[in-house]
Nanobody, 118 residues
């Protein structure tokens, strides 16, 4: 069964950094694009970045380019989100996700809370 498990969230001061991890299992990880989304309190879930399965560049929301970096390690079935120079507006629950064309549905992890506060 396809499973995504996020980790690495926590409380960080403004200007600080965090690295989130998304460990995947139950599917051919290397063949899937993996996305990071986030949902802030009272706001809709938004796409942060995605890591294509093979050929293709990683993509980011324009406002986050330069601060966030997505990467993947296919040998470990893991996608990372390195977040630098965090500010309070980055406070949200961060989710990793993938879409299965075979099952015609999107899968989500349980999310990891990131809180940026002094």
């Amino acid at each position: 069964q396809l499973q995504l498990v996020e980790s690495g969230g926590g409380l960080v001061q403004p200007g600080g950094s965090l690295r989130l991890s998304c460990a995947a299992s139950g599917f051919a990880f290397e063949n899937y694009t993996i996305d990071w989304y986030r949902q802030a309190p009272g706001k809709e879930r938004e796409l942060v970045a995605d890591a294509p399965s093979a050929v293709g560049a990683t993509k980011y929301v324009d406002s986050l380019t330069g601060r966030f970096t997505i990467s993947r390690d296919n040998a470990k079935n893991t996608v990372y989100l390195q977040m630098n120079n965090l500010n309070p507006e980055d406070t949200a629950v961060y989710y990793c996700s993938t879409f299965s064309w075979y099952n015609q549905r999107r899968y989500w992890g349980q999310g990891t809370q990131v809180t940026v506060s002094s």
